[in-house]
């Protein structure tokens, strides 16, 4: 039986008006720009156009890699993936290298060896890979998205739009694994079975020349000209961009990310260490807690209606550790699930102190060597 809790907060405000919105992302095909958090559309240009998306497929690639694979698991690379076409990690057929270090490949030097090393190795090929794709976005609630490579090379079949590229994005960046190789800029590794180093280095020129840059990816065929998915986070606030066909997609990320940060302000929801709960158990009352902050963008000039709900057992049980998780706060944005923190106990409880622990079995020892000189 779970407990919920609501308490809500509205926030009205009024700020001078910034630069028009509209005037951004002039030479791309299409856009869009999204809270990070909650997914709002901050800005948008033909942004449920269907369009290709060269090799920022890869978000989707190496997020279904990451979850189905441990990082450190081997694989071996068949000649098939070592001769793709197109940007390469520059891996070498038979090389067994760590699932950890093709993902950098893959995200970095954009390697499409890397990808089809990859699929081959969760799916056996490049095609049954595809189909995992697209389960995935099924999952996800894309219905404009339809995967044909892991890869991105052009192919009818190969779609996103705007907008669901950056839900891909958005998704993404929630895993950990998956925001450290795309923040990362140069990246070193070695096959185990090979003495040569390969040198990774980030394509995302967003990552050095604009402030609070966290990642994504770039993409690029002639036939679908430049793409970039971008993300940049300042003061607790982040932002995802995506453009399609955009031949001046630097200046436009950065327009068009200047202009979130400009129109939002950060609203701290949640305070690590914040009393949630105060739980009787065998007779004595203990504190459960937030684990971290959690901060949303909110938007200046607009009503928005936080809610955060509490989701703890009814009855909890010692013995529970120090940190233990033993439930979690739901954070929503006018409904829509804005992200979840965890919510553990403050104290150990029902567990003898560590410290007393320790005195006790001195004391034990201490007793055992008196009867032994005794």
């Known amino acids: 039986m779970k407990k919920i809790a609501v308490f809500a907060v509205m926030i009205i405000l009024t700020a001078v008006f910034s630069e028009s919105a509209f005037a951004m992302a002039d030479s791309a095909d299409c856009a869009c720009l999204i809270n990070g958090t909650t997914g709002e559309v901050v800005f948008s240009k033909n942004m449920d156009e269907q369009h290709s998306m060269a090799s920022t497929t890869k978000i989707m690639t190496a997020i279904i890699a990451i979850e ?23 891996v070498r057929e038979n090389n067994v290298i760590a699932m950890k270090d093709l993902l950098y490949g893959l995200m970095l030097n954009s390697g499409n060896d890397a990808a089809v090393a990859i699929a081959e190795h969760i799916s056996g090929s490049s095609e049954a890979f595809a189909e995992l794709m697209n389960k995935k976005a099924e999952v996800l609630g894309l219905t404009n998205t339809h995967f044909m490579n892991p890869n991105g090379l052009d192919n009818p079949e190969h779609y996103t739009t705007a907008y669901e590229l950056a839900m891909i994005a958005k998704y993404a960046m ?24 390969l040198y990774f280095s980030n394509h995302n020129k967003m990552l050095k020349n604009y402030e609070g840059s966290t990642g994504i990816k770039t993409g690029y065929t002639k036939a679908t000209g430049r793409c970039l ?68 963008p909110l938007k200046e000039r607009e009503k928005t209606e936080i809610e955060v709900v509490t989701h703890i057992a009814e009855n909890l049980d010692a013995p529970i550790n120090e940190g233990e998780k033993i439930g979690y706060l739901d954070i929503l944005c006018n409904g829509q699930s804005a992200g979840r923190v965890d919510v553990v106990s403050e104290s150990d409880i029902g567990n003898i102190d560590k410290m007393q622990l320790k005195n006790s079995f001195l004391e034990r020892l201490t007793g055992v060597f008196r009867n032994l000189l005794n």
């Open 68 to 90: 189905q694979c441990d990082m450190e698991e081997k694989v071996t690379v068949s000649r098939n993936a070592a001769y793709q076409e197109g940007s390469a990690a520059y």
């Open 174 to 197: 929630e895993n950990e694994d998956f925001r450290e190789i795309v923040s990362t800029r140069t990246y070193q590794a070695t096959p185990d079975n090979s003495t040569e180093t």
């Open 229 to 296: 998915v971008s993300s940049a986070e300042r003061d607790d606030m982040e932002f995802i961009a995506v453009t399609l066909g955009d031949p001046n997609d630097w200046k436009d990320h950065s327009e068009m990310l200047d202009y979130a940060f400009a129109e939002h302000y950060p609203k701290q929801v949640v305070r690590e260490g914040m009393k949630v709960k105060i739980a009787e158990i065998d007779g004595n009352k203990y504190n459960m807690v937030a684990k971290e902050d959690f901060t949303v």
